[in-house]
């Protein structure tokens, strides 16, 4: 069976040019308070837009490290599933050519164990078409997942990021050109990271 992709289809990531358009305070630049003592808010630039690099926040994510390991494991069972029928099928070949080619069964057996063959063919054919689809279904899930939640934690963090637009940069993709200082791939590397494992440890409990 040809070995099934298990690496996040970035294209179809990256098609989504803007990742969320995060709405914070009408687009307006944020002004320090005369108060000594409150916080200072993060000033917007004037355009109100960052980026991060898609790649590089899929492949850093805990979250896609984990459901990738999954599914690897899945694609490993199907493959093992599909290797022991397919074994099994090439000894029922060569135990009905051996026994044919010396006349060692009527030709009515040897019409069944044709029959038998062709049946088992058959149903490998179907096996593999089948694991093939549900692992191509289970990966597209999870890049929905994942897409979902990046974009649940960007919306959930908008205060602290604080842009009108976060575009999603890969390579090929439809940003050809981006200034560095508006590169925030790591800030939400780091702040996903903390929220899925702050999340995956409370589950464990």
């Known amino acids: 069976m ?13 098609a989504v040019v803007v990742i969320y358009v995060l709405h914070f305070a009408g687009g ?3 002004t320090k308070s005369n108060n000594s003592g409150d916080n200072v808010p993060v000033e917007v630039t004037s355009s109100g837009i960052a980026y991060v690099n898609i790649d590089t926040v899929i492949f850093k994510f805990s979250m896609f490290t984990d459901k990738r390991a999954v599914l690897v494991e899945k694609q490993k069972s199907s493959e093992n599933e599909l290797n022991t029928k397919g074994q099994a099928y090439e000894k029922g070949v060569l135990d009905y050519q051996n026994k044919a080619s010396k006349g060692l069964i009527t030709r009515a057996t040897a019409e069944q164990m044709e029959q038998s063959l062709m049946q088992q063919q ?11 689809y549900e692992l191509a279904e289970e990966e ?9 939640y990046i974009t649940t934690f ?14 999603g940069k890969s390579f ?23 929220k899925y494992q702050e999340e995956k440890a409370a589950g464990e409990k």
Do not use: P
Request: proline letters at 0%; glycine letters at 4%; zero cysteines.
């Open 154 to 167: 960007l919306d959930s963090a908008k205060s602290e990021y604080n842009f009108q637009y976060i575009l």
């Open 140 to 148: 597209q899930v999870m890049n929905r997942q994942i897409l979902e």
């Open 2 to 14: 040809k070995k099934l992709s298990v690496i996040l289809n970035v294209v179809l990531l990256a």
């Open 28 to 30: 307006r630049k944020n």
């Open 122 to 132: 058959q149903a490998l054919v179907e096996l593999r078409d089948r694991l093939s």
């Open 172 to 194: 090929g993709g439809q940003i050809l050109y981006s200034d560095e200082a508006l590169d925030i791939t790591a800030r939400v590397v780091e702040g996903l990271n903390k």
